[in-house]
C-alpha cells in the first residue's frame, strides 16, 4: 500500500530533452520546421516574418499592418473572417515586436484544411479598408494618450530614449500626433514589402500528418518570394550623458521607477550567468529586491528586473513604482543590493533556491506541445535552436558563487545605470 506520510525523493535534473524538429523548404523556399507532438488532435500554425518596427518608414506601420489583417482580405469582411473563424472553433493571435511579426493560428486538426485557405488570405492578400482601419487607429490613439497618463509608462518610455537615443529604433516611442500621419498606403507598402517568402518561417506544431504538412507547402507556396534583405543593426554604446532623468506628472500618486544598463547578449559567454544574476537580483518573487524593497522596506509593492535581448544589443532593466517619498531611498536600496552581488558571494542556500527555480521554469517551456512551438519560434526569430537551452541548462547547473561575482563586478557599474522617474515632484 502506497505510504503517503513519507515523501517522494527530490532529484537534481540532470539533462533537458527536446523534441525532434523536422525542417523543409516549400517550393518558394519558405522554411517549414514541424513538431510532431501531443496527444489531442489540436494543431499550430505559427507564421513569422523577419520584419518589424526597425523596418517601418513611418511610425506605427508594423503593429497596424499585422493588427488589420483580420479586418478584411480577399473580399472578406471582418464580420465574416470572425465568423468562419468563430464557426471553425479557430483562434488567431497577431504580434509585431522590434524585429519580427507573428501570425499564430490554433485549430483542430477536423478542420484543418477549411482553416488554412483562409489564414493564407489573411495573410497574402488583405485589404485593409478605410472604415475598419480608421476604427483601429481612433481606439489605439486613445489607448495611447490614456497610456501617457500612467507614471510606469512614463518611465519606461523615457528609459528607453535615455539608454538608446531617441533616433534609434529602440529608444524612439510612438506619439498621438504620429496617428495623424499614419495611411493604409503606408500598410499597403509595408505589407508588399515585408511579407514575402524572403522574410517568411512557418512551425507546424501539434499531432501533425503528411497530409497537413502538404497542404501548408501547396498553400503557402503562392507567397510573393520577395527582394533579398538584411535587417540593419543597431548597435550602442553606454551613454556619455545624462543619466538620471525626471519626468513631472502633475497629481500623480505615485512615481515610476526604471534602472538599467547595457550587458552583453545572448552569443556572449557571459549571458547565462548574466541570467542566474538577474534572477537574484529581481527575477522572481524571493529575489533580493523583492526581499529588501518589497517586504522588509515597504517602499513598494512589487519590483522587478529583466534582460531585454535583441540580435544586436542586451540591457538590464529594473522597473517599479512608489510613492513619491519612497523614490529617494528606493534608488539606493537598489544600487546597495547592486554593490552586495559585487561585494559578497551568494551563499548556498540561496544560490540553490535560484538554481531550483530557474530549473523548473525552464521544464515548464517545455510541457506541452505548443509551449515548445512558442519557444522554438523564439528561438528562430534570434536566429539560435534548441543547443541554447542546452547551454543555458548547463550553465546554470555549473553555476558558482565566485562566477557570479566577477560577473556582477564586469557588467552591475552603477556608473553605467540609468535611471528614469516620472511622477510628481515633492
Known sequence: MLDRTTPPPVREVETLTFPEVGSGFLPNGIPLYVIDRGEQELSRVDILFSAGKVDEIHPLTARHTVAMLREGAAGLSSAEIAEKLDYFGAALQTLATQRNTYITLYVANRYFFEVLPILYKLVA???????????????????????????????????????????????????????????????????????????C?????????????????DTFSALSPGVEYHQELYPVQVPAGEHYRFVPKEGALQSGINAGCFVVGRNHPDHFALRVLNTLLGGYFGSRLMSNIREDKGYT???????????????????????????????????????????????????HMVRSYMTGEMLRLFDSPFSVAEVFVILLANDLD?????????????????????????YLDRANFCVAVAGQEK
Open 125 to 199: 492578400c488583405p485589404d485593409f479598408p478605410e472604415t475598419e482601419f480608421a476604427s483601429l487607429k481612433e481606439r489605439n490613439r486613445q489607448a495611447l494618450l490614456v497610456d501617457l497618463m500612467k507614471v510606469n509608462v512614463l518611465a519606461s518610455r523615457t528609459f528607453s530614449e535615455q539608454l538608446f537615443g531617441a533616433d534609434n529604433p529602440y529608444g524612439k516611442r510612438e506619439q498621438p500626433a504620429d496617428y495623424d500621419t499614419l495611411t493604409t498606403g503606408h500598410l499597403r507598402a509595408f505589407h508588399r514589402d515585408c511579407y514575402t517568402a524572403r522574410r
Open 386 to 410: 534548441f543547443s541554447y537551452y542546452n547551454s543555458r541548462f548547463e550553465a546554470l547547473r555549473t553555476i558558482t558563487a565566485a562566477r557570479l561575482q566577477e560577473v556582477a563586478c564586469r
Open 301 to 351: 509593492y512589487g519590483i522587478q528586473s529583466s534582460i531585454v535581448a535583441y540580435p544586436d544589443v542586451a540591457y538590464l532593466v529594473v522597473q517599479t513604482q512608489a510613492a513619491t517619498h519612497y523614490v529617494r531611498p528606493l534608488i539606493d536600496e537598489l544600487f546597495n543590493e547592486i554593490d552586495r552581488l559585487r561585494d559578497t558571494l551568494v551563499g548556498d542556500e540561496e544560490l
Open 201 to 217: 518561417r512557418i512551425v507546424l506544431s501539434g499531432r501533425i500528418t503528411s497530409d497537413m504538412k502538404a497542404a501548408v507547402a
